[in-house]
């Protein structure tokens, strides 16, 4: 317990214990205290867009069935059978109306409600023996969306999603609101790594720094139109509500132009300024930042991109939305999505997603270049020397906590939280802080449900 107040009392003044990259202990505490009461993205509306349609996602070890119900309603139940605790849904992804388990036959309808028993008078004695009635998969304790985003928390007392996101709904619309169609999905990709979760979500939050050294052969091979990488260096990077960012400068010039620069079509352009906020829009157009990548704590990140395609000086915007799945201490599973905006033209779509694929997803070159870091760090961390050694995690930020690069202004910068150019981990801190603040807070256990009895309770229990 002390060894554990000291670890968070230096995360919090951003000198980090180079260990919780690697460290069983830490991995139990976030499995108790942190993974079971955020909000958890686990898939998008468009994935599962007709009544049947499911996939099956995590929540660390808690395998969910997320699926759209008869009637159009989104639903995700605990995969696990009533009866002895099968996996009731072996599949990855479908369409159905029941889910049979297939232990000994229980079968449930896609709203979760329990409508097979095999041999229900034989065995139990009807329903004297066993109430068959009102039975249901468990559901996920919370679940709400934002933008088609469905998220699922396993706190039956956590805030409001939106006040989860807060600000931070600002800059999600720029990956997932791009118009009034919403985006597409197509993937995920899903691949693991031998890296710890948190090293993916702080990199994509703010670590502009990398970019310069880690992905120099890609400048150099000219995939991008920047011809040095320490361009990086002219964006901005934000934090708000629970999340944060990084941002490119782009040239002068008005919001059409720039928006061109990156390589939207016209007709895009149109539908963006239709959708976006007077404010959105400014920081684009008055301000000259464009959203690259970002990360909703805990483990969710985006990247927004614009490689050349094919051999020409023209770019292409992508979109990939990336999830740092724990499987332990020193390794995660990416689930890598490409989003499109769902009313863009479909040659749009095709060259979209090859930008995608050259830069990220499991081949692509930026993701090749990233995990190598991430891997050795993690190997790296798991022995006793790294727990003789305080990270320095301060950058931006002088001996006194003084800011090395002030606050951009709301003239220099129309977006909500704070805002700085430059290099700096901010947001990394601001990360590693509600970190802490999770692991800082003990859980009360949940109380459990009894099944099939007269007294048991069951959440949504349907007559
Ligand atoms: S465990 Fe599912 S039917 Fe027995
Ligand atoms: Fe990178």
Same mark, same amino acid.
């Given at each position: 317990?002390?060894?554990?107040?000291?670890?968070?009392?230096?995360?919090?003044?951003?000198?980090?214990?180079?260990?919780?990259?690697?460290?069983?202990?830490?991995?139990?505490?976030?499995?108790?205290?942190?993974?079971?009461?955020?909000?958890?993205?686990?898939?998008?509306?468009?994935?599962?867009?007709?009544?049947?349609?499911?996939?099956?996602?995590?929540?660390?070890?808690?395998?969910?069935?997320?699926?759209?119900?008869?009637?159009?309603?989104?639903?995700?139940?605990?995969?696990?059978?009533?009866?002895?605790?099968?996996?009731?849904?072996?599949?990855?992804?479908?369409?159905?109306?029941?889910?049979?388990?297939?232990?000994?036959?229980?079968?449930?309808?896609?709203?979760?409600?329990?409508?097979?028993?095999?041999?229900?008078?034989?065995?139990?004695?009807?329903?004297?023996?066993?109430?068959?009635?009102?039975?249901?998969?468990?559901?996920?304790?919370?679940?709400?969306?934002?933008?088609?985003?469905?998220?699922?928390?396993?706190?039956?007392?956590?805030?409001?999603?939106?006040?989860?996101?807060?600000?931070?709904?600002?800059?999600?619309?720029?990956?997932?609101?791009?118009?009034?169609?919403?985006?597409?999905?197509?993937?995920?990709?899903?691949?693991?790594?031998?890296?710890?979760?948190?090293?993916?979500?702080?990199?994509?939050?703010?670590?502009?720094?990398? !970019?310069?050294?880690?992905?120099?052969?890609? @400048?150099?091979?000219?995939?991008?139109? &920047?011809? +040095? *990488?320490?361009?990086? %260096?002219?964006?901005?990077?934000?934090?708000?509500?629970?999340?944060?960012?990084?941002?490119?400068?782009?040239?002068?010039?008005?919001?059409?132009?720039?928006?061109?620069?990156?390589?939207?079509?016209?007709?895009?352009?149109?539908?963006?300024?239709?959708?976006?906020?007077?404010?959105?829009?400014?920081?684009?157009?008055?301000?000259?930042?464009?959203?690259?990548?970002?990360?909703?704590?805990?483990?969710?990140?985006?990247?927004?991109?614009?490689?050349?395609?094919?051999?020409?000086?023209?770019?292409?915007?992508?979109?990939?939305?990336?999830?740092?799945?724990?499987?332990?201490?020193?390794? !995660?599973?990416?689930?890598?999505?490409?989003? @499109?905006?769902?009313?863009?033209?479909? &040659?749009? +779509? *095709?060259?979209?997603? %090859?930008?995608?694929?050259?830069?990220?997803?499991?081949?692509?070159?930026?993701?090749?270049?990233?995990?190598?870091?991430?891997?050795?760090?993690?190997?790296?961390?798991?022995?006793?020397?790294?727990?003789?050694?305080?990270?320095?995690?301060?950058?931006?930020?002088?001996?006194?906590?003084?800011?090395?690069?002030?606050?951009?202004?709301?003239?220099?910068?129309?977006?909500?939280?704070?805002?700085?150019?430059?290099?700096?981990?901010?947001?990394?801190?601001?990360?590693?802080?509600?970190?802490?603040?999770?692991?800082?807070?003990?859980?009360?256990?949940?109380?459990?449900?009894?099944?099939? !009895?007269?007294?048991?309770?069951?959440?949504?229990?349907?007559?």
């Amino acid at each position: 317990m002390t060894e554990q107040t000291s670890v968070l009392r230096d995360v919090r003044r951003g000198m980090i214990p180079a260990h919780i990259y690697n460290d069983g202990a830490v991995f139990a505490l976030e499995k108790e205290r942190l993974f079971s009461r955020a909000w958890v993205f686990t898939a998008h509306e468009s994935e599962i867009a007709k009544p049947g349609d499911y996939v099956v996602r995590r929540v660390l070890e808690d395998s969910f069935i997320v699926t759209r119900d008869e009637k159009g309603e989104i639903r995700a139940h605990f995969n696990m059978c009533l009866h002895r605790g099968m996996q009731v849904c072996r599949a990855e992804l479908g369409n159905a109306s029941h889910f049979r388990c297939p232990y000994h036959g229980w079968s449930y309808r896609n709203d979760g409600r329990l409508v097979g028993l095999p041999f229900h008078q034989d065995a139990y004695g009807g329903e004297e023996g066993f109430r068959r009635k009102g039975q249901r998969l468990l559901p996920a304790p919370n679940l709400a969306t934002y933008n088609g985003m469905i998220f699922i928390s396993l706190d039956p007392q956590a805030p409001p999603l939106a006040d989860y996101l807060g600000d931070f709904r600002f800059y999600l619309d720029y990956y997932t609101k791009q118009s009034s169609g919403g985006i597409e999905l197509r993937g995920p990709q899903r691949w693991r790594i031998k890296a710890n979760w948190k090293i993916g979500a702080e990199n994509f939050a703010g670590d502009m720094y990398h !970019t310069p050294q880690t992905h120099t052969s890609v @400048v150099e091979i000219g995939l991008f139109r &920047e011809p +040095k *990488a320490e361009k990086r %260096k002219d964006g901005c990077t934000y934090w708000a509500g629970n999340g944060g960012g990084t941002t490119y400068k782009l040239p002068p010039g008005g919001l059409d132009e720039r928006l061109r620069y990156v390589g939207y079509p016209q007709e895009m352009i149109e539908r963006m300024k239709a959708t976006w906020s007077p404010e959105q829009l400014a920081v684009i157009g008055d301000n000259g930042f464009m959203i690259s990548a970002a990360s909703l704590f805990p483990n969710l990140s985006f990247v927004h991109n614009w490689p050349r395609v094919a051999d020409s000086e023209d770019v292409l915007p992508f979109i990939s939305i990336r999830q740092w799945q724990p499987i332990g201490a020193d390794e !995660t599973e990416v689930l890598s999505w490409f989003a @499109v905006d769902a009313q863009a033209p479909e &040659e749009f +779509k *095709a060259l979209s997603y %090859k930008a995608y694929l050259m830069c990220f997803g499991s081949t692509g070159m930026f993701e090749q270049d990233d995990v190598e870091n991430w891997v050795s760090l993690t190997s790296t961390a798991a022995g006793s020397m790294a727990r003789r050694l305080l990270l320095n995690s301060r950058m931006g930020m002088l001996a006194d906590g003084a800011p090395v690069t002030p606050d951009l202004s709301p003239e220099r910068f129309a977006g909500p939280g704070s805002a700085r150019v430059g290099y700096s981990e901010y947001n990394q801190r601001e990360l590693l802080n509600r970190w802490a603040d999770h692991l800082e807070r003990p859980i009360d256990a949940p109380a459990a449900v009894e099944v099939g !009895t007269a007294d048991g309770r069951n959440p949504e229990g349907c007559a």
